[in-house]
């Protein structure tokens, strides 16, 4: 079970926790771009590659499993701040379909560029699997 960790007089977050607190067996999922199973390229705009790599993330919680609501953390990789805040509503929404309202603490980065020239964003995630649960 999963105690999401606010402190006293701090302002809530939007969209992620500050702290989670875990117990479970830990997972640790590799970056996740925004290719599909083949490592094909489907989307080629930042909110549909987002979206696929939050599905990949899902894919290894099920193989080990678990699911969105395993989630402790996030860290996503992005190439273009600009358009990721340009396009927010369009990522809550995408983010909700895939995810449901499990907002586990997160840190975005962003950077010049990633090892697949296509991947405009890289997500890689930790989650923590009930032991009754887990695939292992």
Request: charge should be negative.
């Amino acid at each position: 079970m999963h105690k999401i960790i606010q402190p006293d007089g701090w302002k809530p977050p939007k969209g992620y926790a500050n702290g989670v607190l875990a117990d479970g067996v830990p997972l640790y999922i590799g970056g996740q771009i925004g290719w599909n199973a083949d490592q094909v390229f489907v989307a080629k705009d930042f909110v549909g590659q987002m979206e696929q790599a939050l599905r990949n993330i899902v894919d290894v919680l099920e193989a080990a499993g678990g699911g969105p609501e395993h989630l402790t953390r996030l860290t996503w990789y992005v190439v273009d701040k600009k358009e990721y805040l340009a396009k927010q509503r369009e990522v809550g929404e995408a983010y909700r379909r895939v995810l449901g309202k499990n907002f586990p603490a997160m840190t975005m980065v962003v950077v010049s560029a990633l090892v697949e020239d296509e991947a405009l964003i890289e997500i890689e995630a930790t989650a923590s699997i009930p032991a009754d649960r887990n695939a292992a």
